[in-house]
């Protein structure tokens, strides 16, 4: 991964014993887009969002569901409103057994603009997952590496600055996350849990870089840790280019379960697995494949960014009548719903 040293020092250790997908890019530029693409492996659509359209939401694939319909004990945990974007509608249309949100904290709980801080809501997981019956199945959503980037205890790089707010609610968040994972360690359950630690969406900070249609704003981290992770990918970095919505096929194959309901998501680990990804934002969309990299404008109906990684112009233009098929066919099936 790129990325400053030091901002998620714990993430940087994790690697080193986890199976990093280092080439990833979130489907579009907000929470309710990442976590569609990435429990459902659905797409974003530019300036819609099915999260927000209650009968459509309902009909798309769910790894909760499915997990659900193999015996999994279903759960979500935020430290927020679990209201926000229909995240509660969602989670209940398919089959989460229990959502922990901002209610279920004390009022003395200390809290952000967003809701508790991260650290409460990992604990409060910790603690839940010791009731459960297994295997479970349990997502957490963080909120602490937002605006206005408060924290209960010192920014690490200060307060000067948005970047260092940032990097410093990041740094927060991560130590909150290895501190949350070596408790997991004592617990009889670890053994036999897989962790998987992905972002919902790119920033332009702390760079201050990166406009909506620059592919780099959309590249996040994806990796796999735990005991459950086979020995044999313990350490290995997959370099293939890929998105959010691979992760459901990816996680499905390695146990067997049938992925064929999502059809957008592709498995990884399959060598005949071609490199591509697709994101988008509420004016454009763009795509990213091992030759090259564009952006289209849809306002102004003119590739706002290209990028090849050879010195051939028809890669570009191929890519370009591929994303513009992908987005037509995106919105297709959001219209079919």
Not at 135 to 143: A, Q
Not at 149 to 166: A, E, K
Not at 303 to 308: D, E, G, L, N, P
Request: charged share 25%; aromatic share 14%.
């Amino acid at each position: 991964m790129e990325g400053e040293r030091g901002v998620a020092p714990g993430l940087e250790k994790l690697i080193a014993d986890g199976l990093l997908f280092d080439h990833i890019y979130a489907s579009g530029d907000r929470t309710d887009k990442g976590m569609i693409a990435i429990l459902s492996a659905f797409p974003t659509q530019s300036s819609k969002s099915i999260i927000k359209n209650i009968q459509k939401q309902a009909e798309l694939p769910s790894l909760m569901s499915d997990f659900k319909e193999k015996g999994y004990h279903t759960s979500f945990y935020y430290g927020g409103e679990s209201e926000f974007y229909n995240f509660k509608g969602y989670m209940l249309s398919h089959g989460c057994r229990k959502i922990v949100d901002q209610l279920c904290f004390p009022h003395r709980e200390a809290r952000s603009k967003w809701g508790v801080f991260d650290h409460a809501t990992f604990g409060k997981q910790l603690r839940g997952l010791d009731k459960e019956k297994q295997p479970f199945f349990s997502t957490l959503l963080t909120l602490n590496n937002h605006e206005p980037f408060d924290l209960p205890g010192v920014h690490r790089f200060g307060t000067d600055n948005l970047p260092n707010l940032f990097r410093s609610t990041a740094f927060y968040t991560d130590s909150v996350l290895c501190s949350y994972l070596k408790q997991a360690k004592t617990k009889p359950w670890y053994k036999n849990t897989l962790f998987i630690i992905v972002a919902d969406h790119g920033h332009r900070l702390p760079l201050e870089q990166w406009e909506s249609n620059c592919p780099k704003r959309y590249r996040i981290p994806l990796l796999l840790y735990g005991d459950a992770l086979q020995p044999a990918y313990r350490g290995k970095r997959i370099n293939k280019i890929g998105s959010q919505v691979d992760l459901a096929a990816t996680l499905l194959n390695q146990l067997g379960y049938d992925a064929k309901p999502y059809t957008w998501s592709r498995d990884l680990l399959n060598d005949s697995t071609v490199p591509f990804a697709f994101f988008s934002w509420s004016d454009g969309w763009g795509a990213v494949n091992g030759h090259c990299r564009v952006a289209f404008d849809n306002v102004g109906k003119v590739m706002s960014y290209q990028k090849s990684l050879d010195s051939c112009q028809r890669s570009k233009e191929d890519l370009l009548h591929q994303g513009k098929a992908y987005m037509q066919e995106v919105y297709n099936q959001y219209l079919a719903y």
